[in-house]
């Protein structure tokens, strides 16, 4: 527990120090709640930048303590309104960490977030400890963004924290930054109204969902969209930025951010909102637009060849499985926020809420959307529009031209920037915007707030979490164990609490797998078993008719002494299976 907050904190306090000293350098004299994805941003892009460098991690986080340091002191005699800042903000993370934190309550412990629901938690472990050793892995050839993994060895390195742990705090902290972010739409509203607002928007449903099967990468492209949408908004309209040259130099670093993390299909989202944004304003502010392309090209360079590389990765092949985790296709009205299952995979009507509440729940937020739309069209929400224009055509694409995985984190990607559409109908009410006014007596709002609400906090108290520890030779195991039957006795902490069959089913795909309690196993496997595999020294006739054939702490591997015929009586663990869970 310790471990994960402290790594959360590391994470929020770096991003926030971070992204305000950023802004201050472009002359922001006051805060700005865009703080969070800019400093983000950074924070990948340094930490994927001098992880191989000598020091590794150790260097990382000298650096980024040091740009911390840097960062408060650019900012802090600017900024005059800290404690108005202080008010919102410190609710807003509180309540997010409180959210964000429901997984680890209900489940009782610490651990990977998503085991059972989404395995690929486990090559992000692999990948960052092979970085963490200085060794190339799979995704590091492919040209795979590793800039979050990076800021894990980082955290490993550097303040001893576990890479498990390291992953669930910035996971966490992203779910504190994205409302904070949000904050920054609702500028003219009370804190009664602006709050909880930004709780919604920073973490609807469907991010909520992509949260509890551990998937940090797609709610860190949600933030950054909605990040580089409001850094538009506030280039355009807030007065103070509007005079200043570099003002379009925070949405740059935000597009910087978000290749090192999410590499270049990051940039179809904030390349297609910026070119729609053009084209919807009247005016071309030449200058600060090549300002802060120059800035956005020097940040990227470096990852150019790796991003080009990055283009053969499977997950784009539209002839592939594509099914991922998935079920089946998502449906797009899960993206509105009114879904009310704890599982966003399963299609209406087959959890324990009938069909009809969906599609009521559906029908009542889209035209609560249609409306919102409508009146930002009214107001010239132009950074709005254009953002919501470009995910609803990068969807549209995906659903017809790729597949129902990458359909679906599309959705995900889309989800904060509907609610803020819904949401925008508040805007009616600030000081500035009174060209439309919320439907009726705002009953409306608070309805879908309510249920929205109600079916992320579901999402979230959903979220298995699986062991608390990770070792990547387990999976080293995985080509010596795959033509013959293996029995797994695992702890009974790991099956009972700790999703451990699933885990290790994942971990060991591809082979003939049994998994049982150690506490169950009083007798020698059936015949044609070949390997055990256990952390128990103390079974009996493990050294009778076993000896011991690798050390892969903490696990031990046995082999029988006699070869058994055949391909033995466990199951063949395919990873189609293992991918989608029970």
């Known amino acids: 527990m310790i471990a994960t907050y402290s790594a959360a904190l590391a994470a929020i306090v770096a991003s926030l120090a971070i ?12 805060w700005s709640w865009l703080a969070p994805p800019v400093g983000l941003g950074l924070l990948g892009a340094i930490s994927w930048g001098t992880a191989r460098l000598p020091g590794e991690g150790v260097l990382t986080a000298a650096l980024v303590a040091a740009l911390v340091v840097g960062g408060v002191m650019l900012w802090l005699p600017r900024v005059g309104d800290a404690r108005e800042a202080l008010s919102v903000g410190a609710p807003v993370g509180l309540l997010a960490a409180a959210v964000g934190s429901l997984p680890f309550l209900v489940e009782g412990h610490f651990g990977i977030l998503g085991t059972g629901f989404n395995p690929d938690m486990s090559q992000h472990l692999l990948a960052t400890a092979r970085l963490a050793d200085g060794a190339e892995g799979e995704l590091l050839r492919q040209g795979y963004p590793l800039g979050p993994h990076a800021l894990v060895v980082a955290l490993n390195d550097g303040f001893g924290i576990g890479l498990v742990q390291g992953f669930g705090g910035l996971t966490l902290a992203v779910a504190v930054l994205a409302p904070l972010t949000a904050l920054a739409a609702f500028r003219d509203l009370p804190p009664s109204r602006r709050i909880p607002a930004a709780l919604l928007v920073g973490l609807p449903y469907l991010v909520a969902s992509y949260y509890a099967q551990g998937s940090f990468k797609e709610a860190m492209q949600a933030l950054f969209l909605l990040g580089f949408v409001l850094a538009l908004r506030e280039a355009s309209r807030n007065p103070e930025w509007h005079v200043l040259p570099l003002r379009f130099v925070p949405a740059a670093l935000i597009a910087v951010g978000s290749v090192y993390v999410y590499s270049f299909p990051g940039l179809l989202w904030l390349g297609g909102a910026l070119v729609i944004w053009l084209l919807l304003e009247r005016t071309l502010p030449v200058r600060p637009l090549l300002l802060a392309l120059a800035v956005f090209l020097i940040g990227v360079l470096p990852e150019l060849g790796r991003m080009i590389d990055f283009q053969r990765f499977e997950t784009f092949d539209p002839s592939g499985p594509g099914l991922g985790n998935l ?32 599609y009521l729940g559906a029908a009542f937020a889209t035209a609560l959307l249609l409306y919102g739309l409508m009146c930002c069209w009214r107001r010239f929400e132009t950074a709005i529009l254009a953002g919501i224009t470009a995910a609803v055509g990068l969807y549209v694409a995906a659903r017809v031209g790729g597949t129902p995985y990458t359909a679906a984190k599309a959705l995900e990607i889309a989800a904060p920037l509907v609610t803020l559409s819904i949401l925008s109908l508040l805007l009616g009410t600030g000081r500035v915007w009174r060209v439309c006014s919320p439907i009726g007596d705002k009953g409306a709002i608070a309805a879908y707030w309510l249920a929205a609400a109600g079916c992320s906090l579901l999402a979230f108290a959903n979220a298995p979490v699986g062991p608390t520890e990770y070792s990547p030779r387990l999976t080293g195991l995985r080509l010596l164990i795959a ?4 029995l797994v006795l695992a702890p009974d902490r790991l099956i009972d609490e700790e999703q451990g069959e699933r885990y290790l089913a994942w971990e060991l795909r591809g082979g003939r797998v049994c998994i049982e309690r150690e506490r169950e196993k009083g007798a020698a496997p059936p015949p044609g078993v070949r390997f055990v595999l256990t952390i128990d020294t103390s079974v009996r006739w493990l050294r009778r008719d076993f000896e011991l054939r690798r050390v892969a702490l903490p696990y031990l591997l046995w082999e029988r002494r006699s070869d058994p015929p055949g391909q033995g009586p466990c199951p063949l663990i395919a990873v189609r299976q293992a991918r989608q869970g029970p």
């Open 19 to 30: 992204g305000q000293g950023a802004l201050a350098l472009c002359g922001m004299r006051r």
């Open 327 to 358: 079920f089946g296709q998502l449906s797009p009205f899960a993206a509105l926020g009114i879904w009310p299952s704890g599982d966003f995979r399963l299609a209406p009507g087959d959890g324990a809420v009938p069909a009809a509440v969906y």
């Open 483 to 486: 033509a013959d039957s293996t």
